[in-house]
Nanobody
Framework: QVGVVESGGGSVQAGGSLRLSCGAS????????MAWFRQAPGKAREGVAT???????RYVDSVKGRFTVSRNYARNTWYLQMNDLKPEDTALYYC???????????????????WGQGTQVTVSS
């Protein structure tokens, strides 16, 4: 069965770090486009970071320099390393994946077929 599952959320103080994991099943991290999205209460879902099959990445301006997407081939897992966390980063974080032969980087939710259930990140001031 094809799917992704997030883990690694938690509660930290501002300035702290967390690493989220996105485990993939039925697909491989080297052949799928993936992205991290987040949704805070009362706000729309926002694309945060994406990695295309070749390894290129793109970030939303608010996390540039603080968040990093990576992948581990052996574990078939993507990661989101989040440093210098701010209270405004508090949200439910989702990973999503889509099969594509394109190298286009997308932060649009409609471009993704497979979604995890989300993992909560809470940053206190």
């Amino acid at each position: 069965q094809v799917g992704v599952v997030e883990s690694g959320g938690g509660s930290v103080q501002a300035g702290g770090s967390l690493r989220l994991s996105c485990g993939a099943s039925g697909l491989t991290v080297t052949t799928y486009l993936m992205a991290w999205f987040r949704q805070a209460p009362g706000k729309a879902r926002e694309g945060v970071a994406t990695m295309e099959r070749g390894g290129s990445t793109r970030y939303v301006d608010s996390v540039k320099g603080r968040f990093t997407v990576s992948r581990n081939y052996a574990r078939n897992t993507w990661y989101l390393q989040m440093n210098d966390l701010k209270p405004e980063d508090t949200a439910l974080y989702y990973c999503a994946a889509a099969y594509t032969t394109s190298q286009r980087l997308s932060l649009q939710a409609n471009d993704y077929r497979y979604w995890g259930q989300g993992t909560q990140v809470t940053v206190s001031s």
